[in-house]
């Protein structure tokens, strides 16, 4: 995860809860790219598709971490292979 104080401060906000439960319900909590193979696999992260981190403002920022366009769910092991292959990490599998 980003170590960017503003992404943090974004993250802890009782506003990203609501964002993350409101992902959750539309995909009905589960793995969109699981789906796509037509497996059924319970989504636990929520990916933000264009970096947050990317944002040369704070109200860009603001803007990429709670638009419901920019954010999938998913399971660990898609979330993490997407990181990977970015470059960057993510929660390790347990």
């Known amino acids: ?3 960017d104080k503003n992404y943090q ?3 802890n906000a009782k506003r990203w809860k609501e964002i993350k439960r409101i992902v ?3 995909e009905n909590g589960l793995c969109e790219e699981c789906l796509k193979n037509n497996i059924v696999k319970p ?3 929520c990916h933000h598709i ?3 981190e990317t944002a040369t403002s704070l109200q860009e920022m603001e ?3 709670y638009n419901l366009d920019n954010i999938r769910l ?3 092991e898609h979330h993490s292979a997407i990181h990977k292959s970015m ?6 599998l347990a």
């Open 24 to 26: 959750w319900l539309r």
């Open 50 to 52: 264009i970096p947050v």
């Open 43 to 45: 989504g636990v992260d």
């Open 74 to 76: 998913l399971c660990i």
């Open 1 to 3: 995860m980003s170590r």
């Open 87 to 92: 470059g960057k990490g993510t929660r390790k």
């Open 63 to 65: 803007r990429l971490c």
């Open 9 to 11: 401060r974004l993250l």
